[in-house]
């Protein structure tokens, strides 16, 4: 299966038997990140973290809130 980064626009070859390609399959919702775009994230994720000032913006009550 093909599937395209989002962010740097490059095309991946994935298993079709994979999590990953079963996922994009049943639910194109779901996007897909190669996997240089995912660890450049996560390593500037984890350095702002580090600075303590990241913040996580959670629900307080756990639930989703509805559009109403």
Known sequence: MKAKC????KICHLD??????????NRPIHTFMCTTCY????ERTRARWATGKFTLHLPTDGKRKMNQ
């Open 6 to 9: 989002i962010l740097c626009g």
């Open 39 to 42: 660890d450049r994230i996560s």
């Open 16 to 25: 079709d038997q994979s999590l990953i390609a079963k996922r994009l399959k």
